[in-house]
């Protein structure tokens, strides 16, 4: 009886698949049909923000290319890669792919789930060398992706508070300290930002550090395995940031990255230590507050100031596309000028496509900020096996602003684990 | 008794669709994570056989050695609390409610509530209120004069576990209490009324004669609890992100497991084979210690 019970199951599974497949098939040969008409490409993002402006982008390549059409979709950014690495391994990926920039590149570039874009974009020979680097894969140093902005390392103070208070931007170090100090007696919570979230204190460490380890030298340095993390330079640079915990919020290790915008949009903190994509959503929020940026503050006057910078990411070429024509198409219009002008008016970034003319203010003083740039030293240069240099400086800074741990122990952690995959360092 | 061919077809026919879920979706991916954690990955995909290299490295390679063991002690915080405080809390409770105290139906119902909202929400709503400047608990703390025990709830390495705990123990304590509360009613009342009339005091009624006949439930609980805190996830993801923050204080197996496997946007390439393994040692945990606790439990179980 039951063996007669389990063929019948096993009968209709078949009959099910069968059905399944051929249903399949008739709406493939429907779908060839259609397709001589109208190829469809999918543009898959993390940017829930800016879906309109990305469909209005859209919306004019296929004016300029009739038979094509581009789907946008954009996922939550804390599950992109999930989804991402999902539908790519289960062959059903997007066309077109935005890419994390550095070490996230990786994860799709090392197996040859993208298409390597140099003699098919001919405008990247005309973008920045150091943009490229975050669109190209360290093991075989091919270029995978069209950069499409970068993002600058800065301190963002509230003009209308140092106007009243009589300040002005600060050069030093001790300026700097000077001018909290100032903030602070007036009542004003002098910085916006705190430690819960441990990636706000991997920038606080990327805005303040570089001016103190020696940027660009010791990057090149580091890099090249000739020192590590527990070089003095270094850690010196990390101690500068336990000056700040006097001008932090009140229990600035429960203060949130949200707390943080809030503080500042709502003019209760004077400044906030971040990164140039702010910018969009703190002018959004509040209008009607004006402010600006500078870079880290140097130790003695007269030194170069550097801003550490990097990479947002790029738009990147499914290999297993069914369309590579039409996709390399639609990714030669990314690289464009057109698209790279249009993105950056719509979304105030600094686009990396060469041309762009920032008429922005505000992307006028990055600009500005970008001619002695360095690269943020733990995204750009460790953040690619695990555990990488960003999660183990994110969570020994915790430490170290808690007072767990002193900056001895944050670096040995640090070239401990990075050490555990970083070729130089073995 | 012997079942018609025709009642065998339907049972088969009501047990087949709940079958085929608990195959594709729990034991295929059990033995899949088991598979691939013999593997070692390149990036998404799988590349060479490395036998039990995987394991090796959880247990003795810097870094995963030290986050392993941290987050198995936090793991065993959360179970040890569960235990202590919420279950006996949920006893209490459970016990209040079937001696029948003044409003029994109301606080069945209140205590019960916070079981039925979903753990996102109430990770996010209780973020909010343990905010440290904004928050009402320390403004609530703040207004009766108790300024000096604001605290950064959530951002304080000693606070931040206890904290999540304690959510979560609001949000959970209702559980144990209604499954206390029908332990406690299948209890024979002539039991009850025969230990009356030869005089034991509540005390004694409780401890002799209550508790050792509710043990079932008592097992149920304790099981649920070991399974519960070995897999804690959401509640740490929604209140203290992804890296268990801060200095991996809130960290636990499940949240290593997830960051290593998937890889966060900023904790790198995801390394598949470390996190199956992590993923199986999870398994092989729960297991073990539920078949471990559902014996111990069955020695003294006791039959009326």
Redesign the interface.
């Known amino acids: 009886?039951?063996k007669k019970?389990l063929m019948g199951?096993l009968m209709l599974l078949t009959a099910f698949t069968m059905f399944a497949g051929g249903s399949q098939e008739a709406v493939e040969s429907e779908n060839s049909a259609a397709m001589k008409e109208a190829v469809n490409l999918d543009f898959w993002s993390w940017r829930t923000e800016d879906v309109d402006i990305y469909d209005e982008l859209i919306a004019r390549f296929e004016k300029e290319n009739p038979g094509i059409t581009v789907n946008f979709t954009a996922y939550k950014?804390?599950e992109y890669?999930?989804v991402l690495?999902a539908a790519?391994?289960g062959g059903s990926g997007p066309d077109i792919i935005q890419l994390?920039p550095y070490?996230?590149l990786?994860?799709?570039a090392?197996?040859g789930y993208l298409m390597p874009l140099e003699d098919k974009i001919p405008a990247l020979k005309d973008f920045d060398e150091n943009s490229l680097i975050g669109s190209t894969s360290i093991s075989d140093g091919k270029i995978y992706g069209v950069p499409y902005a970068s993002q600058t390392l800065v301190i963002f103070y509230n003009k209308a508070m140092y106007e009243e208070l009589g300040l002005s931007i600060p050069e030093t170090w001790d300026d700097f300290l000077s001018n909290l100090e100032v903030m602070k007696k007036a009542g004003i919570t002098p910085l916006a930002n705190?430690?819960?979230?441990?990636?706000t204190l991997?920038v606080l460490q990327g805005v303040i550090c570089p001016n103190f380890y020696g940027a660009n030298d010791f990057f090149n340095e580091i890099t090249a395995g000739k020192t590590n993390f527990t070089d003095e330079r270094y850690k010196k640079s990390l101690e500068k940031l336990l000056e700040l915990r006097p001008y932090m919020?009140?229990?600035?290790?429960?203060?949130?990255y949200t707390?943080m915008q809030m503080l500042f949009i709502n003019e209760m903190a004077g400044h906030f230590i971040g990164g140039s994509w702010e910018a969009g959503y703190f002018s959004a929020q509040n209008p009607e507050m004006e402010y600006d940026v500078f870079a880290g503050p140097v130790a003695k006057a007269g030194d170069t100031r550097y801003a550490s910078a990097f990479v947002d990411g790029s738009f990147g070429i499914n290999s297993a596309t069914a369309h590579p024509e039409e996709a390399v198409q639609f990714m030669n219009f990314m690289a464009g000028t057109e698209a790279g002008q249009f993105l950056t008016d719509k979304l105030k970034h600094k686009s990396d496509v060469p041309g762009v003319q920032f008429t922005d203010p505000f992307l006028k003083r990055l600009g500005e900020l970008n001619e002695n740039s360095t690269p943020y030293i733990t995204l750009v240069g460790f953040?690619?096996?695990?555990?990488?240099g960003?999660?183990?400086i994110?969570?020994?800074l915790?430490?170290m602003l808690?007072d767990?741990?002193d900056s001895d122990e944050v670096v040995r952690?640090v070239q401990?684990?990075v050490a555990?995959w970083y070729k130089p360092f073995q | 008794m012997k079942k018609t061919k025709h009642q065998s077809l339907w049972i088969t026919f009501f047990v087949l669709p709940g079958l085929l879920i608990v195959l594709i979706f729990i034991v295929a991916p059990l033995f899949l994570s088991m598979f691939n954690s013999l593997f070692s990955w390149k990036s998404i995909v799988r590349d060479q056989y490395v036998g039990l290299e995987n394991f090796t490295r959880i247990f003795t390679q810097y870094p995963y050695k030290d986050r392993f063991y941290n987050a198995i002690g936090n793991n065993l915080q959360w179970f040890l609390s569960t235990m202590l405080i919420q279950n006996s809390l949920g006893l209490l409770f459970g016990y209040l409610l079937y001696k029948n105290i003044a409003g029994a139906a109301i606080y069945q119902r209140i205590f019960f509530i916070p079981v039925l909202f979903s753990i996102v929400a109430v990770g996010f709503l209780w973020n909010l209120y343990m905010n440290p400047n904004m928050g009402i608990i320390n403004r609530l703390l703040k207004d009766v004069g108790l300024q000096s025990l604001t605290r950064a709830w959530l951002g304080d390495e000693a606070l931040a576990t206890p904290s999540i705990i304690a959510v979560n123990i609001w949000r959970w304590v209702g559980f144990p209490t209604l499954v206390f509360y029908a332990g406690f009613n299948t209890v024979p009342l002539e039991v009850v009324e025969a230990s009356y009339l030869d005089g034991v005091g509540e005390g004694r009624l409780f401890t002799k004669i209550m508790f050792p006949l509710i043990l079932p439930s008592v097992m149920v609980i304790t099981v649920l609890t070991l399974i519960g805190s070995l897999n804690v996830f959401e509640q740490i993801y929604t209140m203290t992100g992804l890296e268990g923050g801060p200095y991996y204080s809130t960290d636990t197996l499940g949240t290593l497991f997830y960051r290593t496997a998937f890889g966060g946007v900023d904790s790198g390439i995801p390394q598949i084979g470390i996190g199956s393994a992590i993923g199986v040692v999870i398994y092989m945990l729960t297991f073990v210690a539920s078949a471990i606790s559902i014996t111990a439990f069955k020695g003294k179980e006791v039959q009326l």
């Open positions: 009886m039951i019970f199951i950014n804390t890669n999930t690495s790519i391994k994390k070490g996230g990786e994860t799709y090392q197996p705190g430690g819960k979230d441990g990636w991997e919020p009140d229990n600035f290790m429960g203060i949130s707390d953040r690619y096996e695990q555990p990488t960003s999660s183990l994110q969570n020994t915790q430490g808690a767990t741990i952690q401990e684990g555990s």
